[in-house]
């Protein structure tokens, strides 16, 4: 594949990923779970975020390739531990997609929030579909834009109620227990995983080597400031309680400043940040499915390259239709519990692969986090996980079986 994207692109397009619709909706579950400890709640999903991004970041150095921590983990730790890290990141990242297609649903046409999500879904895979260049192009807009709006709600947020009034049915903000926290930064961590997709896209990257590790902790870094001022923004004027039963908690943060007048400017920002992060994310998945592809993980065919446009566009055009689909059914809530415990799955072999590299205490710390959040998160999202993630495993052993010499 074409190398193309410089620094400046690749922190572009990792915040894409996590400047998405996380912002616009993980801040209340997380709020209903921590309560008063919310922001240690955002700290620790930073901190283990920080300890993948670094040890995502040494081994896209070492293997610049597409496919992420299917590629890491396949080197490091061997073929089943790698296809282990694709399938909990193409079935999590799918369901994460889904996500972010039904906000924009929710915030362009709320009646008809799944068929939007469905457009939402068929528009950027045929985007991506014409190339990667493109789609960073579109992701400066959409960065800047979303940037924009958070930067609106900060301002308006930290300022003076202009209307106390409104906030005598509140109740008392709740305490936190230190289960509340661990289940508030699992659920956050949703909204800090979109740095994977810098080094999916290992094999379009100039000087992979040293872009990588670069813009992975910028991308971060920008992103956990922006996510703490928005977060200290809607507790200034909500508190805990309030920002729990926000169903949109940005828009709320803006009513509540006394700007209800400006509220549809927020949905728009909540809408273009999410069709950046699915922008992306399908960008991500499907150069996952690309180097599986490639292992005959998955079907042959969708290792090909589109002869024009040096794109692997098959397997686009199923990662678009699979995600189509899921929008078209899915849950909100639900999705991003399933999702957050797939991609720290995900992350969990990227920090086992990093520590065969001889760096060995950030690695174990994300490793460690990383199982911890994720068995922590709702049982529902748990139980799901583990069905899902272990049907991918059962599947592998048994082409495994089959392809043997003595069972052909």
């Not at 990923?17 to 930073?46: D, H, R, W, Y």
């Not at 008809?112 to 991506?128: D, E, F, G, K, W």
Request: charged residues 10%.
């Amino acid at each position: 594949m074409r190398r193309r994207l410089g620094t400046f692109d690749a922190v572009v397009i990792g915040l894409g990923s996590m400047l998405g619709a996380g912002i616009f909706v993980a801040p209340a579950p997380a709020a209903a779970a921590a309560g008063s400890g919310l922001l240690v709640g955002l700290a620790l999903a930073a901190a283990v975020a920080y300890c993948n991004a670094m040890s995502s970041a040494r081994l896209a150095a070492r293997y610049p390739q597409s496919g992420g921590t299917y590629v890491y983990g396949r080197e490091r730790l061997g073929p089943l531990w790698g296809y282990a890290a694709g399938w909990s990141f193409v079935i999590g990242k799918t369901a994460s997609c889904a996500a972010i297609a039904l906000t924009v649903g929710h915030y362009v046409w709320p009646a008809q929030a799944h068929a939007v999500a469905v457009a939402a879904v068929v528009a950027l895979t045929a985007l991506n579909y014409t190339g990667v260049e493109k789609s960073a192009a579109a992701s400066r807009v959409i960065v800047a834009l979303v940037l924009a709006v958070l930067a609106f709600v900060v301002v308006v947020g930290l300022g003076i109620h202009s209307d106390t009034s409104s906030f005598a049915a509140i109740p008392p903000d709740s305490g936190a227990s230190a289960l509340g926290v661990l289940q508030a930064a699992g659920l956050l961590f949703f909204a800090f995983a979109g740095y994977a997709r810098i080094a999916t896209l290992g094999e379009e990257v100039r000087d992979p080597a040293r872009t990588i590790p670069r813009a992975i902790p910028l991308a971060l870094g920008i992103t956990l400031v922006v996510y703490a001022l928005v977060t200290v923004a809607a507790l200034n004027q909500l508190g805990v309680a309030g920002l729990a039963g926000a169903a949109a908690p940005l828009a709320e943060t803006v009513t509540a400043a006394g700007f209800g007048g400006l509220v549809p400017v927020v949905g728009a920002g909540a809408a273009v940040a999410a069709l950046g992060s699915l922008l992306a994310l399908i960008l991500g998945v499907s150069r996952t499915v690309l180097a599986m592809a490639r292992d005959r993980h998955l079907p042959a065919g969708l290792a090909r390259l589109h002869p024009r446009f040096g794109t692997p566009y098959r397997a686009e055009v199923v990662v678009g239709v699979v995600v189509a689909a899921t929008a078209a059914v899915a849950d909100l809530r639900g999705a991003i519990g399933f999702s957050s415990f797939a991609v720290l799955l995900y992350y969990a072999i990227a920090n086992a692969s990093a520590w065969t590299l001889g760096y060995r205490r950030l690695p174990a710390l994300g490793f460690a986090g990383c199982l911890v959040l994720a068995f922590l998160l709702p049982a529902g999202s748990v139980f799901a996980g583990v069905c899902v993630a272990g049907l991918g495993v059962l599947a592998y052993g048994l082409r495994a079986w089959r392809s043997s010499p003595g069972n052909t």
